[in-house]
């Protein structure tokens, strides 16, 4: 079946680590994008790729970073510098141009202490 | 300033009920509109979408939502209302510039009493 993977579901870490999130698609989708959500904030576009190997920031990207080094991938690191990044992240995928409706993956909660 | 506003942060209603959930967009011109459901914990799920064409849109899971130009308005309804309709949903646009970035609201958090 074809869809949107994350990994891991949960992730713990120490404050001043730097962590990396898994994103992966087989929809052949070429847009990805990385969302962070908080409570009573909506969705938060982190960065955003609508082609391999370039990506761009979006709202909130401080302390965040990408790469898009193939079709199928777009892994999020977030860095020591984020400030508060305990959240929920989505990764989505799109094919700009068809329908611009995004498929999500199911998430990953991020808590750091 | 451009923005997607769901007025109403929860709604509680009794199960078998009529459900309406509110979305106001500003944009110069007619956005692409849609909604998204998100289960506790889980992604987000596209249950409907309008571009053009009859205001009357139907979704998945029984859901519809009517565009109203003249109020810049695009509200879901059902109904009636199941239990496991309980989730949190999101309005969402994206803008008829020529870009692709979808823009949500901030999300309503449905209850479904018993």
């Known amino acids: 079946d074809g869809g949107i993977t994350q990994s891991p579901k949960y992730l713990f870490r120490k404050e001043g680590q730097n962590v990396t999130l898994s994103c992966e698609q087989n929809?052949?989708?070429?847009?990805m994008y990385w969302y962070r959500q908080d409570p009573g904030q909506g969705l938060r576009l982190i960065y955003y790729?609508?082609?391999?190997?370039?990506?761009q920031k979006g709202d909130i990207a401080e302390g965040y970073s990408v790469s898009r080094e193939k079709k199928e991938s777009f892994p999020l690191t977030v860095t020591s510098a984020q400030k508060n990044p305990t959240a929920f992240y989505l990764c989505?995928?799109?094919?700009?141009?068809?329908?611009?409706?995004?498929?999500f993956g199911p998430g990953t909660r991020l808590t750091v202490t | 300033a451009q923005s997607v506003t769901q007025p109403d942060i929860h709604i509680t209603v009794s199960e078998g009920a009529s459900l309406e959930l509110r979305c106001n967009y500003s944009y110069g011109a007619t956005p692409y509109l849609f909604w998204y459901v998100q289960s506790p914990g889980q992604g987000l799920q596209l249950l409907l979408k309008y571009f053009s064409g009859d205001t009357l849109v139907q979704g998945i899971k029984g859901f519809e939502a009517e565009f109203k130009r003249s109020q810049s308005s695009f509200n879901l309804r059902k109904p009636s209302v199941h239990w496991s309709d309980a989730a949190e949903y999101f309005c969402?646009?994206?803008?008829?510039?020529?870009?692709?970035?979808?823009?949500f609201g901030a999300g309503t958090r449905l209850f479904v009493k018993a």
């Open positions: 969402a646009v994206v803008p008829n510039t020529g870009g692709f970035k979808t823009i």
């Open positions: 929809l052949n989708h070429d847009a």
């Open positions: 989505a995928s799109s094919h700009p141009g068809a329908s611009y409706e995004q498929y």
């Open positions: 790729s609508q082609i391999v190997n370039d990506f």
